[in-house]
């Protein structure tokens, strides 16, 4: 079996984390586009909802920032 890694740019990792698809590789002669996408299941939009309030110091608690 062949096996290939796969170095994933900044911005193709910020795509997956905002839990979109992301495009890897595309051949139009052979026909072949190869993309990862993240399921779209209540797991997933979970952990975007916690992200999200990790980048959002509007959520953080006020209490703890001033100890």
């Known amino acids: 079996m062949k096996e290939i890694e796969i170095t994933l740019l900044p911005e193709e ?3 997956l984390l905002n839990m979109k698809a992301i ?3 595309e051949d139009e002669e052979l ?3 190869i993309k990862i996408k993240l399921e ?3 797991r997933n939009i979970l952990r975007k909802d916690i992200l999200d309030r990790y980048d ?3 959520y953080w608690n006020k209490k703890i920032l001033k100890d």
Request: aromatic share 6%.
């Open 13 to 15: 990792i910020e795509s």
């Open 40 to 42: 779209d299941s209540n």
């Open 31 to 33: 026909g072949i586009k």
């Open 23 to 25: 495009e890897l590789f």
């Open 56 to 58: 959002n110091s509007e």
